[in-house]
């Protein structure tokens, strides 16, 4: 999963796959565990990009970006910039 839309679409599967009885609730709950923690990384991204006004585009939730005089910059990720501040 590498973005919102793929892991909604893993979790409306794991639901429909509890309810078909094709899934084991331990099973269920071991990746709602991981969607949560997915979640609540990409809650801290935004944080980030809220808190600094940094001009930083995330990759797991599309469109979320600064939007400089009507246009959309080309900006590094997150990721990526936290990995160059790391390098100095």
Same mark, same amino acid.
């Given at each position: 999963?590498?973005?919102?839309?793929?892991?909604?679409?893993?979790?409306?599967? +794991?639901? /429909?796959?509890?309810?078909?009885?094709?899934?084991?609730?331990?099973?269920?709950?071991?990746?709602?565990?991981?969607?949560? +923690?997915?979640?609540?990384?990409?809650?801290?991204?935004?944080?980030?990009?809220?808190? +600094?006004?940094?001009?930083?585009? +995330?990759?797991?939730?599309?469109?979320? /970006?600064?939007?400089?005089?009507? /246009?959309?910059?080309?900006?590094?990720?997150?990721?990526?910039?936290?990995?160059?501040?790391?390098?100095?």
């Amino acid at each position: 999963m590498n973005n919102i839309n793929q892991l909604r679409a893993a979790l409306f599967e +794991t639901l /429909q796959g509890v309810k078909e009885g094709t899934m084991e609730i331990d099973r269920a709950k071991a990746v709602s565990d991981v969607a949560q +923690t997915i979640i609540n990384t990409a809650k801290v991204e935004i944080d980030y990009i809220r808190a +600094t006004d940094a001009d930083v585009a +995330t990759d797991f939730i599309g469109g979320v /970006q600064k939007r400089i005089g009507g /246009q959309v910059p080309e900006v590094p990720s997150l990721v990526s910039q936290l990995s160059s501040a790391g390098k100095k």
